[in-house]
Structure formats: C-alpha cells, structure tokens
C-alpha cells in the first residue's frame, strides 16, 4: 500500500491467498510494476520477519526494473518494509480521531495503569485468582504490566480475537472456546477496556 499516512481515506484490502511465499511473490511484484509510476510515493509492504524482508527484495528484483524476466538485476527501491504492528499504527496514527494530543491510551506504558485499576475491580470477573497463580511473587504492577504486554501482542497479532472478546465471545486465536484456564484473559480485558473508555486498535482499523 501506499504511505498510509497519505491514503488513509482511500484504503482497500485485496486479499490474495496460495500455498506457498513464490506465487505470492510474483502476484505483489507484477502488482508493483504494474501501479501508476509516482517517484515521490512511498509503498509500503508488511512482512512478518526479517528473512521473510530479505527475501522478497531479491524475488521483486527479478520483476521490479529487471533488464529481461528472471535477470535479478532489478532495483527494489522507494520501498518501506514494515513489520505488521509497525504499518497498523501507521494507518491508525493518520486517523484525525486518534488521541495525538494525550498520547495513545492503549501504549502499553499506559494501558500497564488501566490494567492495575482493573486489578482492583475483580468482583467484575470470575477468574481473578488464575492470574494471581500465574505471576505469585509479583508486585500488583509487575503484575499489571505481564497483562499489559500480553494484550498488546493480542492486538497487532490476533485482532480477531479481540474484536470477538469484545463481543462477549471467549475464544482463542482459531476462533475456538477458550480453555478455562485462560478464561480470565477476555474477562479482565473487558474490564480493562471499560476503564480506557476508548477504541483499542483492533477496534479502530479498517
């Protein structure tokens, strides 16, 4: 996609799949090419490592400005590889409703602050004992903070899951019932959400 900071108002989802990374490739390199020739925008391209990164540059240098198919001698240039997390708030960051001016109330510095008045409110959900067994030893913001980290590798890696628990639907990452032992998980992620009174990014994308 384009620099989403530019194109926010614009953004579309084309969703291809195959059975392996080549096909996927070629597809993304042809796309490439084929876009509207622009200098001056950036496009951006989401990979989930940094060999994955590596790799692509060399597959869209056969595509990508190569002097004959299959050349490799092709330029990957004015391009931005973003890991997922880091291009999602991109895009949110360029919404005119995100808080810029208080900062992102879901950062984990201060959603670690949401999660310990959560804390304190365990009479809103059944499980509060599990955690208490999971970090024994822990002080109440160390505590906190564990929960915090974890919410957040919910939010940019398994969005859907989100969206779910805040339909009241206590599921894991494939959509299937929760075991009870991480029942507290949505239910303490509920109470959190009510005390920052705002849209997490699960929430708020496209």
Known sequence: MSHPTANLRFLMLNLR???????????????????PADAFTQEWIAVPAAGIKRWLQLELARTLGASEPGANDGVVANIKFAYPATLGQSVLAADP???????????????????????????????????SELTEGASRYVRARYVADLFDSYSNHRPEMIRAWIEGRNVDGNGSPLDAAMAWQPELWRVTREIVGSPSSPERMP
Not at 17 to 34: H, I, K, T, V
């Open 97 to 131: 409703l995100f808080i810029k001016e208080s900062g992102d109330p879901w950062s984990v510095d201060r959603l670690a602050w949401a999660v310990l008045a959560a804390l304190d409110e365990s009479s809103k959900w059944s499980t509060a004992a599990t955690l």
């Open 17 to 35: 799949a195959a059975e392996s990374l080549p096909p996927l490739a070629e597809d993304l390199g042809q796309r490439l090419a084929d876009a």
